[in-house]
């Protein structure tokens, strides 16, 4: 019997976030087109007399390994329902940006949540396993999925949609951004205006769907609604978008929350081109070049 389980979860960006007014409980109703992409965490599940993290990579030490890490959160919570102890050490192997709009505290509360369920052999049915994402945060469920979907409420609510093959590269930003301040600066950006109920755009599912990379670039821009608030807390970001069109990148955008931003190229060669110059321009910390739709958390061991 193998001693560990180990669970690859992609990061995301969103193609579109159409953003909606504060709801009473202080969350916001989306039309969230999430795009998993291929750039992953995983996560080792390993018996263990009581619940502890660690965590590698180059951002780790931004991570949280008390109760409070979402794969922590994750193994409780199963635990709690399968009405155990959650006797589990979670190793993180992070790539994702700690912070940075790409989901990658959900892609390892994900991850565990189905290594721990492989592990302790729970067999938990997958709607009961969406609930406990929803539960973890809003973009959990996604990191469960991957591929390619819309999310409606606040983004826990999934439906499929097709994606044909696309490129990206991504700029990671030194430093993070905090979610919450970004919807909170949406709000205050927004405020005395009237902000429309969120729709999906049936034109950006259209070329989604088509593996167009022109048309998807052709209705990227704008696309993001919380884009202006990140550019507003982060006015760096302009420079980066700016570096990434000079470089030839068919289309750029804030990724979700921010502050990394996505870059949509045409093919792994120019992608190859595209990070190259973005890190010559000093406007970034680091690049990932990616494609999509990427696999949604997966067994690897
Ligand atoms: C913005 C998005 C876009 O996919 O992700 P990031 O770009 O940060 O990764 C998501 O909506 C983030 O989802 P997630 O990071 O899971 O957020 P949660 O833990 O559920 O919520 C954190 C906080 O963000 C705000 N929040 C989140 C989701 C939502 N629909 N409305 C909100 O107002 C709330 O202030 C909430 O307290
Ligand atoms: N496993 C985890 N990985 C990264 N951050 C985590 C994790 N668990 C909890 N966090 C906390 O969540 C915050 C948001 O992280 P993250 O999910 O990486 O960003 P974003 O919400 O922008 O996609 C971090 O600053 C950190 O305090």
Redesign the pocket.
Known sequence: MSASVTVRVPA?V?VQ?AVGA?RPD?????A?V?LAVSLFDEVTATPADGLTVSCEGPDSDQVPLDRSNLAARAAELLAARAGIEPAVHLHIAKNIPVAG???G??ADGAGALLACDLLWKLDTPREELLEICAEL????PFSLVGGAAL?TG??EFLTPVDAGRFHWVFAVAEGGLS??A???EFDRLTAGTDVPAPEASPALLAALASGDADALAAVLPGSNG?QAAALSLRPQLADTLAAGADAGALAGLV????PTTAFLVRDAESAAKVAAALEASGTCRATRVTSSPAPGATAVS
């Open positions: 995301k969103n976030l504060a202080g969350f916001h109703d989306l969230n999430f709009g790409m989901a505290g959900s945060g809003s973009d959990v999310g606040r983004g979610t919450p970004v919807f909170r919380l990724s979700g929350s921010g």
